[in-house]
């Protein structure tokens, strides 16, 4: 058990290289199922890196990775991805409307229940007859985290999921990982808002060059973005 509640993932010592450069050093912590954790530190301290290291787009050179006490190449990679959904800072569309897109992962979405998905995100349902081409940053972002909900996953990876977003928008997607933790779900978010993370994070991890220098519960705050 974590001070959060049950293990969900375990990282035991370890190390990720890449190009010569050592991106994360011996890194050992756990990360508790059923509740928010956000990884925090400077620009370049490996915390991208992490997140993508829990669905396995990327392998750890040293140590293990683990789901539930279980190493990860153990585990399919597929279903482990269904499990484990990671929406990046950067948005990646996959088809050329944003219907087909909700679909991306869900075949059978009707479009009663894309609307509600886009709601979910704070867009509208008519949305989902435009092309993906013509979206802001902000709104592909946004329909990328829809995406992922379409799924039904078990845990959530945000990399900086509110960067491109006013402060509406954003609330919006916080309130999306607080009610994904409440339904049942766990979510790992990345973030540079201390704020934000007191917020909605129970837990946090904080790297700096790559190693891991404290864990602790997050004290809640009440700041809104404005006061950043």
């Known amino acids: 058990m974590t001070a959060g509640g049950p293990v969900l993932f375990s990282l035991e010592r370890v190390t990720v290289r890449r190009g010569g450069a ?9 990360i508790p199922g059923g509740a ?14 992490l997140l993508r290291l829990l669905n396995r787009l990327e392998e750890p050179d ?23 959904a990671l ?13 087909d897109e909700l679909r991306a992962g869900r075949p059978d979405l009707t479009e009663e229940q894309a609307a509600a ?39 959530l990876l945000l990399d900086e999921p509110t960067s491109a977003l006013d402060a509406t928008s954003a609330h919006a997607v916080e309130q999306v ?15 540079h808002d201390s704020g934000q993370t007191g917020r909605i994070a129970g ?3 904080v790297l700096r060059a790559g190693q891991l220098t404290s864990t602790a ?12």
Do not use: I, N, W
């Open 203 to 205: 837990h946090l991890l």
């Open 117 to 155: 998905l886009l709601d979910r995100v704070s867009l509208p349902a008519q949305m989902l007859t435009r092309s993906t081409a013509g979206l802001s940053g902000g709104e592909a972002q946004r329909l990328c985290l829809a995406r992922a909900l379409a799924a039904r996953p078990e845990v």
């Open 62 to 84: 040293v140590g293990r990775v683990c789901l539930e006490g279980r190493a990860l190449p153990d585990l399919d990679v597929l279903a482990l991805r269904r499990r484990v």
């Open 87 to 99: 929406v990046a800072q950067a948005p990646v569309l996959l088809t050329s409307r944003v219907l």
């Open 177 to 191: 990982a607080t009610s994904f933790v409440g339904a049942g779900g766990s979510v790992v978010l990345v973030s």
């Open 22 to 30: 050592l991106v994360l050093d011996r890194v050992t912590c756990q």
């Open 217 to 228: 519960p997050v004290q809640p705050t009440t700041s809104s973005r404005e006061d950043r």
């Open 36 to 49: 928010c954790t956000a990884v925090t530190g400077p620009s370049g301290a490996g915390k991208t890196t």
